[in-house]
């Protein structure tokens, strides 16, 4: 791992926000405020994973259809 001065961030510019980023940030953060979760943390693995398990379903699915 690189040391932490390597990697330190100086101006906006440094800064690459992947576009699917905010989409993401503001699903969970609606899901977050519905749900009012005790355990944020908890909460917050089960809906990425969920994420995760849907989108390599869709992806499984896409590639049998182009079969």
């Known amino acids: 791992m690189a040391d932490v001065r390597e990697q330190r961030i100086y101006c906006a510019e440094q800064i ?3 576009p699917e980023l905010p989409v993401i940030l503001k699903h969970y953060a609606k899901e977050v405020i ?3 979760p005790g355990d944020i943390v908890d909460f917050s693995a089960k809906y990425f994973r ?3 398990e849907k989108r390599t379903k869709e992806h ?7 079969q």
Not at 60 to 66: G, L, Q
Request: glycine share 0%; no cysteine.
């Open 16 to 18: 690459v926000v992947p």
């Open 34 to 36: 519905r749900n009012k």
């Open 50 to 52: 969920s994420l995760l």
């Open 60 to 66: 499984e699915f896409s590639e049998i259809v182009k």
